[in-house]
């Protein structure tokens, strides 16, 4: 399995950005398919965006033009930019990793997951 920390999380005003960062740690982490989770209070988790390790991306129509998902494979790092946040983009931000390099939007696929790291969008 891929190890995985997050950072960048914090508390912005509605229209501020941030950029999350997923170090990783373990062999195969250039080729699994990685993706960003979130999860709000009381709600299930929520596939906010993935990216193969071709670099082709996936977003949840809700995310589109907003997120940009990147990842640096020579430095193990997934990342998230987030702009125009909105105070329904608060929650718990995951970075999580499949075992395999196809296109996953199902959080249940994820099999390696990060701590989570909370963004917070104040009105």
């Known amino acids: 399995q891929v190890q995985l920390v997050e950072s960048g999380g914090g508390l912005v005003q509605a229209g501020d950005s941030l950029r999350l960062s997923c170090a990783a740690s373990?062999?195969?982490?250039?080729?699994?398919?990685m993706g960003w989770v979130r999860q709000a209070p009381g709600k299930e988790r929520e596939f906010v965006a993935g990216i193969k390790w071709t670099g082709t991306t996936y977003y949840a129509d809700s995310m589109k033009g907003r997120f940009t998902i990147s990842r640096d494979n020579a430095k193990n790092t997934v990342y998230l930019q987030m702009n125009s946040l909105k105070p329904e983009d608060t929650a718990v931000y995951y970075c999580?990793?499949?075992?395999?390099?196809?296109?996953?939007?199902?959080?249940?696929?994820?099999?390696?997951w990060g701590q989570g790291t909370q963004v917070t969008v104040s009105s």
């Open positions: 999580a990793a499949t075992s395999g390099t196809t296109y996953r939007n199902n959080p249940e696929d994820f099999g390696s």
């Open positions: 373990g062999r195969t982490f250039s080729s699994q398919f």
